[in-house]
């Protein structure tokens, strides 16, 4: 773990301009084949959450699974890890809105579309999939049952559908999507996770 985690360290480093050869070292020292390119880091929670559950380590099966800060940074980082640069395989997820921009890297770095679409976000397929019971039974087993029930007390939630309340309500405190993008996989409870992110571990 030690070992993927200097790799990002690295690639986080060559994306901002630094040098190639470290992490180019890794990338062979780790046998890397695939590189996953995620938005954020709740995508990465997720991802490894749902390789967890499913018995996989990644890392050990050559595959990379990269948090780049955000969709526009995708044009960087397939090229420095695609056919350009490492010459592993590309993969990834991404919002609906961010799509285009992925369209554009895959295009840029010479790779061929391979990647996932949400239909809004993460959370939002997570939240559809689970239903928001099962969500709101999570945020009350995490003792945020409060903060939760303040935020639906805010005048800009009456009205709203209770599955875009919980969207937002993820995204109201720093940290927060990060810890329930791994929570939210786990209450799945052997369930069939959202079409993008099964589909994305299978083809790995």
Do not use: N
């Amino acid at each position: 773990m030690a070992d993927m985690d200097a790799f990002r360290d690295e690639i986080a480093r060559w994306a901002a301009g630094g040098a190639e050869d470290t992490a180019a070292e890794l990338a062979a020292g780790l046998g890397l084949r695939t590189a996953v390119l995620l938005e954020g880091p709740s995508d990465l929670a997720a991802v490894q959450a749902l390789a967890a559950r499913e018995d996989r380590d990644l890392a050990a099966e050559g595959v990379a699974v990269v948090s780049m800060g955000g969709a526009m940074s995708v044009g960087r980082y397939a090229g420095l890890l695609g056919p350009p640069g490492l010459g592993l395989r590309l993969t990834g997820l991404c919002d609906a809105r961010e799509e285009p921009f992925y369209v554009r890297g895959w295009q840029r770095a010479g790779a061929a579309r391979d990647f996932h679409v949400c239909v809004a976000d993460l959370e939002d397929e997570m939240i559809r999939a689970l239903g928001p019971a099962r969500v709101e039974e999570v945020i009350r087993s995490e003792d945020e049952l409060r903060p939760w029930q303040t935020f639906l007390a805010q005048p800009a939630q009456h009205g709203r559908p209770r599955e875009q309340q919980l969207r937002r309500f993820l995204s109201t405190k720093k940290g927060r999507k990060i810890r329930y993008g791994s929570l939210l996989v786990e209450a799945l409870d052997g369930g069939r996770p959202p079409a993008p992110l099964a589909d994305l571990l299978a083809g790995l």
